[in-house]
């Protein structure tokens, strides 16, 4: 006997396990009553709503919602004839209507199916229906499951039938000639056979019986019929999220959230902050690997599985060029910085670009008013090396000088540095590093640098940071694997500097966009010349001592100088190695200096 097990997923239905066709059961067709013959006169339309089921109610698996094809076809039953197929492409979750016209009057016969990608079929019901002259036919909405037949045509694996532990498992039964015994573990129950001639027999409900609250704890289950063994039966528990690695990323970055999740990763979804990403080959029930899908944003992520939805506690980072560096120990200092120490810093993230004009701009957009020292817009006195135009007391009015769009902000202070970064910080929903008088230059407010470190927000690196990551793991003078001379000679393809600054499309001697050279080993750019980058540390004298974390000293050794590192577009060479000290007043603001942030991992 040929058996066929059909799992049909409706509102009040949480898994289905269908058995037996034989002992003289119905057909699939609907019998045609031979006394009705075709009226006289033109027919009319047969339309079909169709539901694909979602997560939301997925306790056991039914067609997959990535993209497939409802196919409706109507044959006239008195003459055979065959209407061209009607389709319709299922893009996901919900409902979708087709509509064949000009069937014939009489009695017609139509059949619903849903074809995966590659045209198989997933699941079919047939219905009849009688067309009268001029008259429409609607055939309400049906929802379709996934037919399953384990004799060779079995198109989605039945083994793992997954149910929530405390629900009820629905145990149909499709022989019209045969009782069956279902026995899920230790629990059993009888299942009588099906009314014979009650269609339709196809994807539709029989005469079910119920497991009610099943109880068995959380694993898997061999199902037993008529003592035959026609599958498994997995109950998970309630469904968590204990965390995800990275903590932060940019979209198509790998992220592994771990958690307990009972479920095959065929039956799970995962969305970043509502925008869905598909669950990656190598997933497992405790770890879900996925990617950063495109047009996501900072927020929660959730997981959906048959066992319901959890979000996590804490927010993914979507973090467009941030760079994720490991840590680690390295020799801090060269033969121009002594002494050389080493020092062991923890994981970070930190932007592979210079903060650009575009970026600066739009956090200028969003003050309701502006410190004067945080940086200079071009006003009246057309200054060719500012980036930004308009008045600091209309801060909405700001712009970005054409051409200037993707070239480091400059004309910047320490503290508007320090005042971006507390932005970009609340913007996406972290703790920011700074108290906000560490922004006013008039605070006189210090406070401890260390405490910066402990807080999730964006903050300027500390000079061992900067360090590390411009070395991108070289122990040589220049990153790229120069030693030191007075003019190395790869520089130009690295760093714009003194000797190759002027600017074909300005036709000036000025700062470049950024990303145009070639990178470090980290992947971050123009980490030498350009423009430098204030630092978050008090210039101070080192120490031979090893370090660990290092901030830098609790106030300025040689007066209140904050530190600037990598060289730029207006240095030699030799001011462009990674590890070569620049010292400023944090007040100041030039065309040498810009910025980039890093946050704490």
């Avoid at 949480?14 to 057909?27: F, K, V």
């Avoid at 804490?314 to 973090?319: A, S, T, Y």
């Avoid at 974390?549 to 240095?571: A, I, N």
Wanted: proline share 6%.
């Amino acid at each position: 006997m040929k058996l066929k097990y059909l799992i049909i997923i409706v509102v009040f239905i949480i898994c289905a396990i269908c058995i037996g066709c034989g002992g003289g059961g119905n057909t699939a067709v609907p019998s045609v009553n031979g006394s009705v013959t075709p009226a006289s006169g033109s027919g009319g339309n047969f339309s079909i709503t169709v539901h694909i089921p979602g997560p939301e109610n997925m306790e056991a698996k039914v067609i997959p919602w990535q993209k497939k094809t409802l196919k409706v076809t109507v044959k006239h039953e008195s003459v055979l004839t065959v209407i061209p197929p009607v389709t319709v492409d299922i893009s996901g979750t919900g409902t979708y209507t087709a509509t064949v016209a000009d069937v014939p009057v009489g009695l017609n016969e139509a059949a619903i199916e849903t074809l995966d990608v590659n045209d198989r079929l997933l699941a079919m019901r047939k219905q009849g229906f009688q067309m009268v002259p001029g008259g429409d036919v609607n055939a309400g909405t049906v929802i379709m499951g996934v037919s399953l037949d384990p004799a060779g045509s079995l198109h989605c694996d039945p083994n793992y039938i997954e149910i929530k532990k405390g629900e009820i498992l629905y145990v149909e039964n499709k022989d019209t000639g045969t009782d069956y015994t279902v026995t899920i573990g230790a629990e059993s129950h009888s299942v009588s056979a099906a009314t014979a001639g009650v269609p339709p027999v196809t994807a539709a409900t029989f005469p079910a019986e119920a497991f009610s609250t099943f109880s068995g704890t959380v694993g898997t289950y061999s199902v037993t019929a008529g003592g035959s063994i026609v599958g498994n039966v997995v109950v998970y528990d309630t469904i968590s999220i204990s965390g995800f690695s990275p903590g932060a990323g940019d979209e198509g970055d790998a992220v592994t959230i771990s958690g307990s999740f009972y479920s095959t990763p065929a039956s799970t979804t995962v969305t970043f902050n509502g925008v869905s990403t598909p669950v990656l080959a190598g997933s497992d029930g405790t770890h879900l690997l996925v990617k950063v899908p495109s047009g996501a944003t900072t927020g929660k992520i959730s997981v959906t599985t048959p066992g319901g939805t959890v979000s996590s506690s804490g927010n993914f980072i979507v973090e467009p060029g941030f760079i994720s560096l490991a840590g680690g120990t390295y020799t801090m200092g060269g033969s121009n910085v002594t002494p050389t120490h080493s020092v062991t810093l923890s994981p970070f993230y930190i932007n592979k670009y210079e903060v650009t004009n575009n970026d600066y701009c739009a956090f200028l957009k969003e003050q309701i008013t502006i410190r004067s020292e945080w940086v200079t817009v071009d006003g009246s006195n057309s200054d060719a090396y500012t980036g930004l135009a308009g008045n600091i007391a209309t801060p909405s009015g700001i712009t970005v000088k054409t051409n200037y769009e993707t070239r480091p902000v400059v004309y910047v202070s320490w503290y508007g540095a320090v005042a971006y970064c507390n932005w970009l910080s609340t913007k996406n929903g972290l703790t920011p590093c700074y108290d906000s008088r560490m922004a006013d230059s008039s605070s006189g407010y210090n406070e401890d640098p260390n405490t910066w470190r402990q807080k999730n927000g964006y903050r300027l690196p500390t000079e061992a940071e900067w360090e590390y990551a411009c070395r991108g793991g070289s122990a040589e003078e220049y990153y790229w694997g120069d030693p030191y001379p007075p003019e190395p000679p790869n520089i130009g393809d690295y760093a714009w500097y003194y000797g190759n600054r002027y600017d074909s499309v300005l036709l000036m001697n000025i700062y470049h966009p950024v990303g145009q050279k070639t990178g470090n080993n980290y992947g971050l750019y123009d980490m030498s010349g350009n423009v430098l980058e204030w630092c978050s540390d008090w210039y101070g004298d080192y120490s031979s001592d090893a370090q660990t974390d290092p901030v830098g000293p609790g106030s300025g050794t040689y007066g209140s100088y904050r530190v600037l590192r990598g060289g730029s577009w207006g240095d030699y060479a030799d001011y462009c190695l990674s590890a070569i000290r620049g010292v400023c007043d944090p007040s100041y603001r030039g065309d040498l200096i810009g910025f980039r942030p890093v946050r704490t991992k």
